[in-house]
């Protein structure tokens, strides 16, 4: 996923003053009230009429205020303005920063009575230190996507470890040799999510302090996992998104993806010609783990400036957590529901039309979501993930160390957060 623009300085606070700053207690009005919403995700008007016809004195009106790049300096602009929503979709890796920056607000008091409705590896990215902060909306564990047709035509097998996949990669360079078996993860997000099923945290809290672990052994295997095979040229070194890309998937010269739950559905656009003709599997383990990372995924935010924390938090409830409001957003916005409801009930929903021969496809998925590595992201994790990017793109210029790369983003991180005036061990 596109890496996104750092937002404004940090607030310079610990992580206690983080759980310190929870919620006023604020009660329900008397009244009826209307929400302002502040999302990217399309017609979450549509999800929101459904709940507003059943809910006149609780009205949601929806804004697309900005997209997942612009979100964040756009709230911090509204909330030192003191005209912030009430409610903002925020990305995982982004509420953190959020909070220091005081723009989200402490909800526990009001999340209590649902939490069950989400894993716990789930409920845990919208928790900073032990405040809940917002409600998970939909969420991205990490899938192997592939081109079936031509495994089958190349008599590849879809690989089940990592060291499989290196074999294969190599396999593919042999049987078809304009074609890779995937690419490479210069991207920081999925490097992270790599990193994750062997129990790497990037970011953790220790009482009142941060601890930092981007270069710990378990990144450091997944760096010399990857080096040797972009130095023999057995992964395609294109960075997704890009019109090279959109075109290697289309043509054939990339077989396959690691990515989110989300990938079929934003390979329609990427690759309309190959309809049919992928499928999706389970990702490469490293030593038999069943759990994934996560690449991707929302929650939704009440913001310090919204009068009606409680209300906000019963729509939340209902949008993000009942099999009502996950149906919804199923249907309405394309969302892959982060609720264990809304994913038990993605049975009956069309198949991606990339996968449209997995008729399955909502039953594996659905399956996948259960088991995903428990992360904590940090307040700065965009230093990280430009850190990472720039630092690993001229290790594979240069043919230097990856891991050296890895040094660069942990100082880089530990470096910003002794600055911005947080407590490091």
């Known amino acids: 996923m596109k890496n996104t623009l750092r937002a404004a300085t940090l607030a310079a606070v610990t992580v206690g003053a983080i759980v310190l700053s929870g919620c006023t207690g604020t009660p329900a009005s008397s009244g009826p009230v209307t929400l302002e919403y502040w999302t990217w995700a399309p017609n979450m008007q549509e999800v929101a009429d459904v709940w507003n016809a059943d809910n006149p004195d609780i009205q949601v009106k929806v804004v697309e205020a900005a997209g997942a790049d612009d979100m964040m300096p756009k709230l911090l602009a509204s909330t030192r303005a003191g005209e912030g929503p009430d409610l903002a979709q925020a990305e995982f890796q982004k509420l953190p920063n959020l909070v220091v920056s005081d723009v989200a607000t402490d909800i526990t008091e009001y999340t209590k009575d649902f939490t069950g409705d989400f894993t716990d590896a789930t409920w845990n990215l919208a928790t900073v230190g032990d405040a809940v902060y917002g409600v998970p909306q939909d969420t991205g564990p990490m899938i192997f996507v592939y081109r079936a047709d031509l495994f089958d035509e190349l008599g590849l097998d879809v690989p089940t470890t990592w060291d499989e996949y290196a074999t294969l990669a190599a396999k593919v360079k042999q049987v078809a040799p304009k074609s890779f078996l995937g690419g490479y993860p210069d991207d920081a997000s999925t490097f992270a999510a790599y990193s994750q099923p062997l129990g790497s945290q990037w970011w953790s809290t220790d ?159 659905a399956g996948v979501a259960q088991d995903t590595a428990p992360i904590t992201w940090g307040p700065n994790v965009q230093v990280a993930f430009d850190a990472w990017g720039d630092a690993v793109k001229k290790a594979t210029a240069n043919k230097t160390s990856y891991l050296d790369a890895l040094t660069t983003a942990q100082d880089a991180v530990v470096a910003d957060l002794e600055k911005t005036g947080f407590t490091v061990k």
């Open 207 to 365: 009482g009142d302090s941060w601890s930092v672990g981007i270069d710990g052994p378990e990144s450091q295997r997944v760096a010399e996992f990857w080096q040797p095979l972009v130095e023999d040229g057995l992964v395609d070194t294109t960075h997704f998104f890009t019109p090279e890309w959109n075109t290697a998937m289309n043509d054939g010269t990339l077989l396959s993806w690691t990515a989110g739950i989300w990938a079929p559905g934003v390979m329609e656009s990427v690759a309309p010609d190959t309809a049919g003709k992928w499928k999706a599997a389970a990702m490469p383990s490293w030593d038999g783990e069943t759990q994934v990372g996560l690449m991707g995924g929302s929650s939704v935010i009440v913001t310090k400036t919204s009068e009606h924390p409680a209300e906000a938090a019963k729509f939340l409830q209902w949008m993000n957590g009942s099999e009502e409001g996950s149906a919804a957003l199923v249907e309405k916005a394309g969302l892959f529901p982060a609720s264990i409801a809304g994913q038990n009930g993605l049975e009956g929903q069309p198949v991606p039309s990339l996968v449209s021969e997995q008729t399955d496809f909502w039953t594996f998925a």
